[in-house]
């Protein structure tokens, strides 16, 4: 094992500990901004009482997510900077914008609505909560805007061996961002649905507060309508991986050569056939491009060399995420069934619920593991390798260290999260003084 290997492992470790925190945030920002939105109409306590409750958590969460995240843009110059001086001046504009306006835009607002409670006007108030969850949201659109250019790369030109941006608006309306970006923020809401599911089920089993079950029928629409939206943007990016990365969509079903009517894989040995090519490309007949057939197409291209991922990794992870992934929607899409018309949720599915939390989260990550995996061995598609992006002078010691320190800091922050999490929510919601009739008809005075 060499410095390259541990700076890819300390990458995804710290990476993986920071995905945690993210689709949370990008979820349940917007479900608390709908609960406050819910308070702002109606004047019903319950509601302030779950804005707050759920508020909180968001706010634990955000934290947790800024404090790990800072170090992935330190990495850039510490283990790669091969690749930093390489995409610097195209990938760096698009990391630029979301320090420069989405992160300042959700921190500012969020700041403003921790504490403007009391303080500021209910529709300001309202607004700053909106703010900050749309800042977050457009913060993932352009994190991710770069990260398909890294799959991608559009709008540049190498000039002197560095990749100069040319077009920005072709950076940001990336054909493989546009898909990406709806796919990856409507599963957070999955994973921010599934949260709320769980924290509800288990206040239901402990009182069947109506409450309760008013925010665990929210997140049930929430997850089965974001279900929707994955299954459709993971269509588009099946089509857009067979016409940009054939590399990773022939990695992820394990298929070796070249094949008409290519069966989709359940598991090794399990194929429903011609699937694959219909998933693909809308065609039953189509040929999907295999493993073998195209490392031989880039050896010619590209030169000596392994050009395939790591076939295990890729296929299972794949798996994991949509097996995962269509639990956590099912179960949504169950509990909807059987709490029409205004039906409690049943003992068993509140359980069920609390039980399925890691489900989302794991889909999440091997979806991560999928996307940036099957790249290898590239870091920039048909640009950069890998092998070429780490930093030269950066020893096997050090970087083992590094890779150390940051993994038990960032086991020790996981546990800290957990920890405060689940104090909260067995804490439960504060009571609150509710608002008299005169003054929910006039805003305005509240504060």
């Known amino acids: 094992m060499d410095a390259l290997d541990l700076a890819r492992w300390q990458f995804g470790v710290t990476t993986v500990y920071h995905f945690l925190f993210v689709p949370l945030t990008i979820g349940l920002g917007i479900f608390v901004a709908g609960l406050q939105t819910a308070w702002h109409r109606t004047g019903k306590e319950h509601y302030l009482r779950l804005t707050k409750f759920f508020g909180k958590l968001f706010l634990i969460n955000f934290a947790m997510g800024v404090v790990t995240g800072i170090v992935q843009e330190f990495q850039f110059g510490m283990n790669w900077s091969e690749y930093s001086t390489f995409v610097g001046d195209a990938f760096g504009a698009p990391l630029a914008m979301e320090a420069l306006l989405a992160f300042f835009m959700e921190s500012t607002f969020l700041g403003l609505w921790i504490f403007g409670w009391e303080r500021l006007p209910k529709k300001v108030h309202l607004a700053c909560i909106w703010a900050a969850a749309i800042g977050s949201n457009l913060s993932a659109y352009f994190i991710l805007a770069a990260n398909a250019w890294m799959k991608h790369p559009v709008g540049y030109e190498v000039v002197d061996g560095r990749a100069r941006m040319t077009d920005l608006w072709a950076v940001l309306t990336n054909p493989t961002a546009i898909a990406q970006v709806p796919h990856v923020i409507a599963a957070a809401f999955i994973v921010a649905g599934a949260f709320v599911l769980a924290v509800s089920g288990y206040w239901l089993l402990k009182t069947r507060a109506p409450m309760w079950r008013g925010a665990a029928r929210a997140a049930l629409v929430m997850t089965a309508l974001a279900g929707a939206v994955v299954a459709g943007t993971g269509d588009t990016s099946a089509r857009l991986l067979y016409e940009q990365q054939p590399m990773k969509l022939a990695s992820a ?10 069966p989709f894989s359940i598991a090794p040995g399990v194929e429903i056939p011609n699937l694959l090519s219909l998933l693909a490309t809308h065609d039953l007949t189509a040929t999907v491009q295999g493993t073998e057939d195209l490392q031989a197409k880039f050896e010619r291209e590209f030169g000596p060399g392994d050009y395939r991922p790591n076939q295990t990794i890729v296929f299972w992870s794949f798996r994991v995420m949509i097996v995962f992934g269509l639990t956590t929607v099912a179960l949504s899409v169950l509990g909807l069934w059987l709490t029409r018309r205004r039906r409690d949720l049943p003992d068993w599915l509140a359980r069920t619920m609390v039980l399925a939390l890691p489900l989302p989260f ?62 909260h929510v067995r804490k439960g919601p504060e009571q609150t003084e509710p608002v008299p009739a005169t003054e929910r008809l006039q805003p305005s005075l509240m504060y």
């Open 362 to 423: 794991l889909a999440m990550i091997a979806g991560w593991l999928l996307s940036e995996i099957g790249r290898q061995p590239w870091t920039v598609a048909g640009e950069l390798l890998t092998a070429a992006s780490v930093s030269p002078g950066v020893s096997l010691a050090e970087v083992a260290t590094s890779l150390t320190i940051f993994t038990l800091l960032y086991g020790g922050l996981a546990v800290a999260e957990a920890v405060l999490l689940t104090r």
């Open 253 to 262: 079903e394990g298929l070796e050569h070249d094949t008409a009517g290519a």
